[in-house]
């Protein structure tokens, strides 16, 4: 390091040399002001008009002019160094930033003359390469002009294959957004050079590499051999044999075999020896070179491929810089896509995966296409190949999906044929990106089946990080777009496909297909049944992770495992158990059905887990606990489709509970130094179904309710908003809700907690305040007036306030404080609207209500208060109608009916004018007339909307106006009907329509067996045309209205429609 006085006299000097002395020493001193900047680019703030301006040295010394290329690269090395960034300290500002990059640029854009030395170009692109990373990084550089990424883009395709073997491309000046590969054209001395290496199938390739290679021949011929073979493997996979179960003979399942011993070098071995870089091992008698000229090339090969790893590492950089709609524009530059037929396939990321000699590059190349592939799931979401196209023209959509398919075939040829174990995680994590983004639900089936059967084998893998990668795949597969019916075939697969003979280095594990269950003896455990029969036979996915967790580790692991010395030597080195852990939930939560047959056995992992020591393999195990909970809460939902007899039995949920409650949850709950872990044993323990709970005995009820009681007061946050949640879970249990002392507490808890000052705490507890208010209208209509009556009126006091001033907070706690205020004043009763203490708040937290209606937020928060207005009409104690309020609420409602945005809002803002129930409720004459006018409007604009996505809401909110506009007409009173004779006069044709439809569809949802009462509109109508009859009468022709007529005559089309269609 240099301190702040000696580095200024010294950049000084440095500078006045370079512009005083000869040209033969301005290469030195270069060299010296690049050791100079390194790392110190912030404190050479006032040097960067002398280096960087317009006549700067630096920009001078690294033209493409220069005629000196080792001065170019000293200057553009310095270059490089001036823009590396320093943590806390202020960056190059834009305009040499600018200067730089198109420095930087156009040194990678220039072409190598032949007097220039292979190596120093190699150096010089380096430093280029470095610079334009160091201001991708460093400057928090956004690529956002389209010249700007094109050209970047260009030339970092082209530095990628720069020296690889067997191929030479030339690239245009820029890369454009295209949906199908560019112009990358390849050097025609080369063509004949790189055909071996193409990604041709060649019938008989297979057999001639089983001969010996000619010495001196490049190994690029062994890599395509592999290549041959990992594809015939690839593709040896089939539904078919899926389908009969005969999964054992499938060629795909240990691709050392198909590739012989070449395709598996043991790992431990220098890569360098590998068949694959063979090109290296030139026997001397044969060899064009000499020993020293030999090691010239060796030492080339190794700067081309720094270079590769050098534009692969900036490309990186790019894209997280590059947006990524922007960046998928590009998308056919760097991915494969299939070849068309008799034409070359563009060279791609894949292509250095597969073909380039060095695994670091290979690495590198991976690296990139998963940073592409991530986040790419609306970018796929497109693909479609499900149903053979028959046109003229290619849809983008099946491009999309060619591509997908190149991708997993081209990555699983990369997997068999790799021997670097570094490499051959980042293809298998690679792949796993891939499966989490492509959208199989409409592709066809089998790419899955091929990926599931190839990674097989690598779960036994002797490096560590392999076999956790493999695990992480295996995972993305059963999590994406789950069920889907390709996976659930698979997960069929007996236990036994595809691990015999593969030379695995734990094969007891899948021998024994009882030897797992043995290791827990659980509670439900089903007999045995005899040996070789299917059904006996678990999953084999789950049957894996199950092993790797509970059973002892096996002596023959690799080396690799010592990079985990911290953790027990009993078992498995913990990231392998803690994938196995989430691959398990993820298995539990997107096929359930499958994993429910071995629901007590999966609940003692968890309890093994959980009583462990190591606090991530303990959180896992209560995440599992609570992916087990959700999976039976989901059978048990009203709108399930699960059969009855297909769900877990209520009895076997019990037994679960109960020995989780028995064994490490409670201690798990009160592990207070272990925030996260306590948060996920809350969350776990909100999992649990209603009706087991209520069949639990009584003192583990109280130990459930006591714990989450008590983390409500826990300091941490997490836990205290994950207690308050599963408060309101609990509250809602019918053998809970009615215990008024359990109601009070939990009331006083929650209540705590929405004045917590963590904004996730108050979200929390204001859900859970929506659920107890919902629960105190539940126990008011089933139990009457006995509950109200023991229910603490200072209590429901504080609630009102509370709510009140949450409906102030922000829109996640706003939401659901609207909710819990609706349900209060609902709840409430005349004695408490008597009391003078109750009044205020009342007043306040309607002002609240209605406030919101009319407010900017958010539209769940609106639609919740148009809600929990609609509640508070229900209460007949409120002086609805009397009260200055009631003009309040009704003039809100009634402008969102007719000018929100939100289709939603207006249903239930119509919904809600709909709810009293008498004709006083409405107020004055000129207030019921104005609701009936504001109603007619929403009706006519029930169409009208900007956002298409709302415009699937129109049916419905038509049916909500129609039915508030009779539930008003069976109210009206003689005053109010000259007002609405106006506007049937005016507008009687539409509104006659509108109510024909209603009737009709309600015909419809009948005959198509939804829950529609048929009778029940015509009923309503029929109601309200004898109510103005009545009053039309009575009025004997003092005023000619006659609105009965009018609804008859709706009434009379509708049944004439209705008898036509059933002729």
């Not at 009173?973 to 439809?997: A, F, H, M, R």
Request: glycine fraction near 6%; charge should be neutral; hydrophobic fraction near 40%.
């Amino acid at each position: 390091m240099v301190d702040e006085q000696n580095l200024n006299f010294l950049l000084s000097y440095c500078i006045s040399a370079l512009k005083q002395c000869s040209s033969w020493t301005h290469v030195e001193i270069l060299q010296a002001l690049a050791a100079l900047v390194y790392n110190n680019g912030p404190k050479c703030q006032k040097y960067l008009p002398d280096l960087l301006g317009k006549t700067g040295l630096l920009v001078q010394f690294s033209d493409s002019a220069q005629p000196d290329v080792e001065l170019r690269r000293a200057a553009v090395r310095s270059m490089a160094n001036l823009c590396l960034s320093v943590p806390g300290q202020p960056y190059l500002d834009e305009s040499y930033r600018s200067v730089c990059f198109q420095t930087f640029l156009s040194v990678l854009q220039s072409s190598k003359t032949s007097d220039v030395d292979d190596i120093t170009f190699c150096m010089l692109l380096q430093n280029a390469l470095k610079g334009i990373q160091s201001l991708l990084n460093g400057g928090k550089m956004k690529l956002m002009q389209t010249d700007q990424i094109g050209s970047l883009l260009a030339v970092l395709k082209k530095c990628m294959f720069h020296g690889l073997p067997g191929l030479s491309i030339e690239m245009p000046a820029a890369l454009y957004p295209a949906p199908l590969p560019q112009y990358d054209k390849r050097s025609p001395v080369k063509q004949e050079q790189s055909e071996p290496a193409a990604f041709k199938q060649t019938g008989n390739r297979r057999k001639k590499s089983k001969g010996k290679q000619k010495k001196g021949e490049f190994g690029e011929e062994g890599r395509e051999d592999l290549g041959d073979a990992g594809n015939e493997s690839v593709l040896g996979a089939n539904m078919l044999k899926l389908h009969l179960g005969d999964v054992q003979s499938s060629p795909c399942l240990d691709p050392r075999t198909r590739a012989s011993d070449v395709a598996y070098v043991p790992v431990g071995k220098d890569h360098l020896s590998s068949h694959y870089t063979s090109w290296k091992r030139i026997s001397s008698s044969e060899s064009e070179y000499s020993d020293a000229e030999g090691g010239i090339q060796s030492k080339m090969r190794s700067y081309q491929a720094n270079v590769r790893q050098g534009a692969l590492a900036c490309f990186l950089s790019a894209i997280k810089s590059i947006e990524k709609r922007v960046l998928y524009g590009y998308w056919s530059a760097f991915v494969p896509d299939a070849p068309g037929i008799g034409s070359p396939q563009s060279v791609s990321l894949m292509t250095i995966a597969l073909k380039d000699p060095s695994p670091k590059t290979r690495a590198c190349a991976l690296q990139v296409l998963s940073a592409i592939l991530e986040g790419s799931k609306q970018f796929l979401s497109v693909a479609e190949d499900a149903n053979d196209h028959k046109r003229a023209f290619t849809p983008f959509s099946v491009t999309i999906a060619s591509s997908i398919r190149e991708l997993h075939r081209c990555l699983l040829l990369a997997l068999v044929a790799e021997s670097s174990s570094q490499t051959l995680t980042q293809i298998v994590k690679c792949l796993a990106n891939l499966v989490s983004n492509a959208p199989y639900s409409r592709l066809k089936p089998g790419l899955l089946t091929r990926v599931w059967n190839q990674i097989k084998p690598y779960i036994c893998h002797k490096d560590v990080n392999v076999r956790v990668s493999s695990l992480t795949l295996l995972g993305a597969i059963v999590s994406v777009q789950a069920p889907l019916p390709e996976v659930q075939l698979l997960l069929q697969q007996p236990s036994s496909s595809g691990l015999n003979n593969s030379g695995s280095a734990t094969p007891h594990r899948f021998n024994s297909s009882e030897q797992w269950r043995k290791a827990l003896p659980s509670e439900g455990e089903p007999p045995d049944n005899p040996a070789g029969c299917a059904s006996s036979e678990p999953c084999w996915l789950l049957r894996l992770c199950v092993s790797i967790i509970v059973l002892p580790r096996e002596d023959s692991c690799s080396d690799s495992d010592a990079n985990f010395p911290s953790f027990s030597s009993v078992y498995e080195p913990c990231p392998l158990r803690l994938e196995s852990l989430q691959v398990l939930a993820l298995l539990v939560k997107g096929y359930f059905s499958m994993a429910q047959s071995y629901f007590l056995e999966l609940g003692e992992v968890a309890c093994r887990c959980m009583e462990e020591m190591d606090p991530s393999i303990q959180l896992h195990g209560a995440k599992l606990l609570e992916e087990l909970g959700t999976g039976v809460l989901q059978q048990y939902k009203p709108d399930s489709a699960v059969a009855p007899d297909q769900r877990v039995p209520v009895s076997v949920v019990v037994t679960f509970w109960t020995m989780m409650l028995n064994g490490p949850l409670p201690g798990t709950l009160q592990n207070s130094p272990h925030a996260t872990l306590q948060t996920s044993a809350c969350d776990a323990l909100s999992s649990i179904l209603p009706e087991a709970f209520c069949s639990l005995q009584n003192d583990q009820q109280i130990l459930c309710v006591t714990l989450l009681l008590g983390l409500n007061h826990s300091e941490n946050p997490l836990v205290k908003a994950a207690a308050a949640r599963a408060l309101g879970v609990y509250i809602l249990f019918s053998c809970l809700r009615q215990d008024v002392m359990f109601v009070a507490d939990t009331a006083n808890a929650i209540l705590n907690s929405l004045h917590d000052k963590s904004p996730n705490v108050r979200a929390k507890a204001a859900w859970s305040l929506g659920n107890l208010t919902d629960t105190l209208i539940i126990n008011m209509e089933t139990m009457g007036q006995s509950f109200q009556e023991e229910f603490s009126d200072l209590l429901l006091l504080k609630m009102l306030r509370s709510a009140t001033e949450a409906s102030k907070d922000r829109d996640k706690v706003k939401s659901n404080a609207v909710r819990a205020l609706g349900n209060v004043l609902h709840f409430l009763q005349p004695y408490h609207i008597a009391n003078p203490r109750f009044r205020e708040a009342i007043e306040e937290s309607l002002q609240a209500l209605i406030s919101t209606v009319q407010s900017e937020a958010t539209m769940k928060v609106r639609w919740n208060a148009c809600y929990a207005l609609g509640n508070v009409f229900k209460n007949p104690a409120l002086p609805l109608g009397e009260a200055p309020w009631t003009t309040q609420a009704y003039s809100a409602l009634s402008s969102v009916v007719k000018s929100c945005k939100n289709f939603k809002v207006r249903i239930k803002s119509a919904m809600a004018l709909s709810i009293p129930s008498k004709r006083e409720c409405y107020g004055s004459t000129e207030q019921f007339c104005q609701i009936w006018s504001a109603l007619v409007v929403a009706l006519q604009k029930s169409e009208d909307t900007e956002d298409f996505l709302e415009f699937k809401y129109s049916a419905s909110l038509r049916t909500q106006i129609c039915q508030a506009l009779l539930h008003l007409l069976s109210l009206a009173k003689s005053t109010d009907l000259p007002v609405i004779w106006e506007t049937i006069t005016e507008d009687g044709d539409t509104i006659k329509s509108y109510v024909l439809q209603y009737l009709k569809s309600g015909v419809e949802e009948s005959e198509a067996g939804m829950h529609t009462d048929l009778c029940e509109r015509e009923r309503v109508l029929k109601g309200a045309i004898e109510h103005l009859s009545g009053i039309e009468k009575e009025l004997e022709g003092k005023a000619r209205v006659r609105v009965s007529v009018f609804l008859e005559d709706v009434l009379t089309n509708h049944a004439n429609a209705t008898e036509l269609t059933e002729a």
